[in-house]
């Protein structure tokens, strides 16, 4: 079946440096692809988003890398704040227009200050 | 500001009872969701609706029902609950119809069947 899932991150961020968050996905047919962080007790909060005919995207600090060839992408926090301490997960969209994503497990980026 | 609200936060009921999980959104949004969230899986879909009385089953979705009467409100119903229904269920609308766009969750209910 489909899958989205998530490598390990960049272990002991320190506040201040650049973090990197990896995602695989299995469906070649995948059109889009969405960044969540999501803190203790709350929902998911959107990041920043990307469709298939882009390679790169960026928003404030984060920047999102899809490499279609060997089905990856990336997501990276530039400057570390504590306050980016949270689960972070991705989730693929297939099936063209319809709105339903298969998403990630999640992994924990600590930043220590 | 526009806002996706859940409620309870917390419920604790037990097996055999009906519940109900109450979403409610003032994005004014036609989609809507219901997910649930359980340790080493990644957010299940269970039901969704793109607009008024229409609603579809998700990945997981034995045991649940969803009506939509109007576009603001998405409540889920466990007709009869089991403990492997305990979870934290998350409600998300989104706004675009026909092309995927981003989902705005709420702040989730952690439901509890013993």
């Known amino acids: 079946g489909e899958s989205v899932g998530l490598h390990l991150p960049t272990p002991s961020v320190q506040e201040g440096d650049n973090s990197i968050i990896n995602c695989a996905y299995s469906n070649s047919a995948s059109d889009y692809f969405i960044w969540y962080k999501q803190e203790s007790g709350k929902g998911p909060q959107f990041i920043i988003d990307?469709?298939?005919?882009?390679d790169k995207r960026q928003g404030q600090r984060v920047t999102v890398l899809l490499n279609k060839t060997v089905k990856h992408l990336s997501l990276q926090i530039a400057a570390t704040q504590p306050g980016d301490s949270a689960v972070y997960f991705c989730a693929g969209s297939y099936g063209g227009a319809t709105n339903k994503l298969i998403f990630g497990t999640g992994t924990l980026l600590a930043v220590q200050p | 500001d526009a806002e996706i609200t859940q409620s309870p936060r917390h419920k604790i009921t037990e097996t055999g009872r009906q519940v109900t999980l109450a979403c409610h959104q003032t994005w004014n949004h036609n989609n809507m969701f219901w997910y649930r969230q359980d340790l080493g899986h990644g957010l299940r879909l269970i039901h969704y609706s793109y607009g008024v009385h229409d609603t579809n089953k998700g990945e997981v979705s034995d045991g649940y029902s969803v009506s939509r009467s109007n576009t603001e409100d998405l409540p889920l119903t466990l007709e009869s609950a089991a403990s492997s229904q305990t979870s934290v269920y998350f409600c998300a609308s989104s706004e675009r119809d026909m092309e995927p766009s981003p989902l705005h969750f709420g702040n989730g209910t952690r439901l509890t069947v013993t």
């Open positions: 990307i469709r298939s005919n882009m």
